[in-house]
Each structure stands twice: as structure tokens, then as C-alpha cells.
């Protein structure tokens, strides 16, 4: 267990509906960051949040978009859903290269499937 | 354009064997190298990371970096079923916690 959670677990949405999904980090944790998964590919960087301020962001479009609280709660939401973002979405949380320590903890993931 | 290579395989091993498997990055600059392991339809999880040229053990495992050659490898030794899964390879190029991964390589032990 690494202390990191996200809802729901699964998700299925047609194309061009929004979508929320959630994220808590572990606690003291400042910097989260969100990914994408597609089948057989690894985990693609959309953006991070450090301290409630997007901290970079990937090759992702801006209909990606993103939240972060000071519980250590964030959010992922998307925008005009398309058929390619069916994927799982990883949110993963660390102390920062800033708290001393790079190394990221991944959440269980939410699958998104667009029809 | 920053990239981690990874072969995707599947690398079979027998049980007990040594499992090794690779991973080439593109920026020399890059810092801090991990690997994550993979079951089907679960997330990643951190197995080792490393910062320094060199080995790092942690039990059966054991991470090598040589950054002159821009590779990184992790060995797994006593190879049991229970490691089969995908191996991610990851890189945070400038310790800015933007981490590209590879691929992966799924690793196969047979019993």
C-alpha cells in the first residue's frame, strides 16, 4: 500500500462528456503528478502540482486540466472526451526533488473507457 | 525529444535463474533512474531506484547504472513466478520530478 488513493475505479463515458477523477496523496506529500496509460505502453506525464501550482506539463492538450487542494487532494479532469483517452490515469505522489526525494508513489488508477 | 528504451519482449526465465533486463536512455543529463514492476491490470509499483554510477542491492534485486553508456539495468536473482509482471524503466531527467518511462518488459518465469 502506498497511501495513495483514487476514484472511482472504474469509468466509462461517451465521446465529448467531461470527466473528474481524484487523487489523494499521502500525507505531507506536496508535488503529485498524473499520467496516462494506454494498453501495452508505459505511463505518459501529463502534469504535475507543486503546492497547488501546475509545476509542467507533457504533450497533452489543454482540454486536460487540473487541480490541486491543500488537503493533498487533486484533481484530473477532461474535457471533450475522445476515443484515444480511453486509458488507465495514474496520479502519483513524492515529497519532490525540493523535499529531498524524487521518488514517486503511484495510486491503484482509475480505467476510463470512451464509447 | 527524451526517450527510455526498453525491450518489450517477453523475456522468459527459468524459475531460480537470473532475470536481467535493460534499459537505454537519450539525455545525459538525466539524475535519477527507477524501476517499477507491473502486474495486469494494476499500477506501478517501486522496486529500486538509483542515483549513482554503480550496483545498489535490495534483497533479490539489484539496479546498475552506467551513465558514460546511458544504461540501466536491474537484475533479479532466484527468479520466482511471483515476478512475473511488467518492468517499467524510468528516468527523472533533471530531479524535476517529470519522469519519463519506457515501454516496459514483461518477464515471463517459468516454473
Known amino acids: 500500500e502506498t497511501g495513495v488513493t483514487q476514484s472511482p475505479t472504474h469509468l466509462i463515458k461517451t465521446r465529448g462528456q467531461q470527466v473528474t477523477l481524484r487523487c489523494s496523496s499521502q500525507?505531507?506529500?506536496?508535488?503529485v503528478s498524473w499520467y496516462q496509460q494506454a494498453l501495452g505502453q508505459g505511463p505518459q506525464f501529463i502534469f504535475q502540482y507543486y503546492r497547488e501550482e501546475e509545476n509542467g506539463r507533457g504533450n497533452f492538450p489543454p482540454r486536460f486540466s487540473g487541480l490541486q487542494f491543500p488537503n493533498y487532494s487533486s484533481e484530473l479532469n477532461v474535457n471533450a472526451l475522445e476515443l484515444d483517452d480511453s486509458a488507465l490515469y495514474l496520479c502519483?505522489?513524492?515529497?519532490?526533488?525540493?523535499?529531498?526525494?524524487?521518488?514517486?508513489?503511484f495510486g491503484p488508477g482509475t480505467r476510463l473507457t470512451v464509447l | 525529444q527524451k526517450e527510455v528504451e526498453q525491450n518489450s519482449g517477453p523475456l522468459s526465465v527459468p524459475e531460480g535463474a537470473i532475470a536481467s533486463l535493460n534499459c537505454t536512455y537519450s539525455?545525459?543529463?538525466?539524475?535519477?533512474f527507477f524501476w517499477y514492476r507491473q502486474y495486469s491490470g494494476k499500477s506501478p509499483e517501486l522496486i529500486m531506484f538509483?542515483?549513482?554510477?554503480g550496483d545498489k542491492e535490495d534483497g533479490r534485486f539489484t539496479a546498475q547504472l552506467n551513465k558514460a553508456s546511458q544504461y540501466v539495468s536491474l537484475l533479479i536473482r532466484d527468479s520466482q513466478p511471483s515476478d512475473s509482471a511488467t518492468y517499467l524503466c524510468a528516468v527523472n531527467v533533471n530531479r524535476d520530478d517529470k519522469i519519463i518511462f519506457g515501454k516496459g518488459t514483461r518477464l515471463h518465469i517459468l516454473p
Open positions: 502519483a505522489s513524492s515529497l519532490g526533488a525540493s523535499g529531498g526525494s524524487d521518488e514517486q508513489f
Open positions: 538509483i542515483y549513482s554510477n
Open positions: 500525507s505531507g506529500h506536496n508535488t
Open positions: 539525455d545525459r543529463g538525466s539524475q535519477s
